[in-house]
Each structure stands twice: as structure tokens, then as C-alpha cells.
């Protein structure tokens, strides 16, 4: 696989105004990218710890509804991030995807011209 061009934007693993997608473009291993690999990682242990809290529900047979609706709307919102920081990652690797302009996390790798 190839690396993600110079000339190409990084997903950032947070939204901007109105929950679009944001990107950084040219900063390598610059502060916005340092803040986002901590965000990533963040993001990426809070999903680890939800599914153990998952799963401790889920054997519970006194989980009611709402505490399973709760815990199930938690995975959801934790899911889209592990899924947008696969994507960025998978993008900065060279791995294409067939999203688009209207896909919530934005389009696929971002080409900008020289």
C-alpha cells in the first residue's frame, strides 16, 4: 500500500460547524496532527471500555429497556468514531473508499492540486 500523497487532506477524527467532516492538510507531524492522533487514541479506548460495559449489561438480566437503549445509543455514537478513525487511517495508508461529498464523515481521500 501507498502512503497518503503530500498534496492530500488527513480526516480529522472530529466535526466541524453543522457536523461536517474536518481535515488538515500538509501537517505531517505537525501540532494538529499530534492533537488528533490523541484524540484517536482517546476515542479508541473510550470504545473499548463501552463494549466491556456492553457486555456487562447485555448478561444482566435486570438491564432494563432504557438502560439498554442508552447503552445501545452510546455504541452507535462510539461506533462512527472508531469508523471515522479507520477510515483516516485507511486513507493515510492509501487504502481508497467510495464515499462521497454526502457520506457523514466526508468523501474519501482528498486530492488537492499542486
Not at 4 to 11: E, K
Not at 23 to 33: P, R, T
Not at 83 to 92: E, F, N, P, Q, T
Request: net charge neutral; glycine share 12%; aromatic share 4%.
Amino acid at each position: 500500500m501507498n502512503e497518503q500523497p503530500h498534496n492530500a487532506a488527513r480526516l480529522l477524527p472530529w466535526a466541524g460547524t453543522d457536523g461536517r467532516p474536518c481535515y488538515v492538510v500538509g501537517d505531517g507531524g505537525g501540532k494538529v496532527s499530534r492533537e488528533a492522533d490523541k484524540v484517536e487514541a482517546l476515542q479508541l479506548g473510550m470504545a473499548y471500555e463501552l463494549l466491556d460495559h456492553a457486555d456487562d449489561m447485555v448478561a444482566d438480566d435486570g438491564s432494563t429497556a432504557v438502560q439498554l437503549r442508552h447503552v445501545a445509543a452510546a455504541l452507535a455514537h462510539s461506533l462512527r468514531d472508531v469508523h471515522r478513525v479507520a477510515r483516516s487511517r485507511g486513507l493515510r495508508l492509501g487504502i481508497p473508499d467510495a464515499f462521497g461529498p454526502g457520506h457523514p464523515s466526508g468523501p474519501g481521500l482528498v486530492r488537492l492540486r499542486p
